[in-house]
């Protein structure tokens, strides 16, 4: 079926987050009949640069910590390929294996199980924070709080009521941030995006990473902004590109209006294209 057969965005205005395929995905967009907004949202941060991390391993090493909690997947790999930069990597697993280790839900936990490292803890479904502290509870004799120190992998957003949670029953907490992006050094396309979206100026938005989620709430959030953007989404298309970047944005708030059927980019724009005016409608209709 080619192009001109196929439902389009019909002239729709389609805001992408991508930055360094931003070009690309500005045209995909156009030659499916949308006008294309692209606000470049994050860039990469070379992986020496994470202090956090770093401090994290050189404590590690020095037998300075009795629990890791890891929360995210791919912030496990993360922080490996952090530690990785000063320590081999199966030194730095030997390490982790003399610790208690926490993992919030399948995806960390997945990881430590390739890497051959014992969990103790794993919290339940729904996999939330609250899981992570009552999982806790549930084995303080095992595994008490009160004294111990506890290290924090985090990837994305802090997470300052399991941090609080942890601290109240006695630990001695450190946040390990993790960092593969950053914010644009630009933000101001960031800004005219938000700006846009607020003013309903923007008819669809393609999310393609759970980072871009993260830093169009931080902004928003910054501009004071945050309420008038979720308001905004009650009455746009919000496209996510697969279940990690949905997950995120509901952990924001905010539900997917449509995942394509793989998790390309070239899917993604293509049966926005297709299936936009039809969720536009029945959004609209609602409000």
């Known amino acids: 079926m080619t192009n001109a057969t ?16 931003g070009p690309e995905m500005a045209k995909l967009i156009a030659s499916y009949g949308g006008e294309a907004i ?38 496990t ?18 390490r982790l294996r003399k610790v208690a280790i926490v993992a919030r839900g399948p995806k960390p936990l997945a990881v430590l199980r390739e890497w051959n490292v014992p969990v103790a803890v794993a919290a339940p479904e729904p996999n939330t924070w609250r899981e992570v502290l009552r999982a806790l509870d549930e084995n303080t004799a095992a595994m008490p709080l009160k004294g111990k120190r506890v290290a924090v992998q985090e ?10 949670g942890l601290a109240k029953r006695g630990a001695l907490v450190t946040s390990v941030p993790v960092y593969e992006w950053a914010l644009p050094e630009d933000t101001g396309p960031l800004r005219a995006a938000i700006a846009s979206i607020a003013r309903n100026e ?13 830093h169009l709430l931080q ?38 209006d449509m995942e394509p059927s793989h998790s390309k980019m070239g899917f993604l724009v293509s049966e926005a294209a297709e299936r936009s005016a039809e969720i ?7 409000l």
């Open 6 to 21: 196929k439902k389009d965005f019909s002239g729709l205005r389609v805001l992408s987050l991508e930055s360094r395929r």
């Open 202 to 214: 923007i008819d669809v938005v393609l999310f393609t990473t759970a980072t871009q989620a993260d």
């Open 219 to 256: 902004i928003a959030a910054e501009m004071k902004q945050e309420d008038a953007l979720r308001r905004a989404f009650s009455r746009i298309v919000v496209a996510s590109i697969g279940p990690t970047t949905s997950e995120r944005l509901r952990e924001h708030g905010i539900e997917p």
């Open 155 to 164: 990837y994305g957003v802090s997470n300052a009521d399991l941090l609080d």
């Open 38 to 75: 692209v606000a470049p949202s994050m860039r990469e941060v070379p992986l020496e640069t994470n202090t956090e991390a770093l401090a994290f391993a050189k404590k590690l090493f020095a037998g300075e910590f009795d629990v890791v909690i890891f929360l995210t997947g791919v912030g």
């Open 77 to 94: 790999r993360a922080l490996g390929r952090v530690v990785e930069t000063i320590h081999p990597l199966d030194e730095y697993l030997a």
């Open 280 to 286: 536009l409608q029945k959004k609209r209709t609602r």
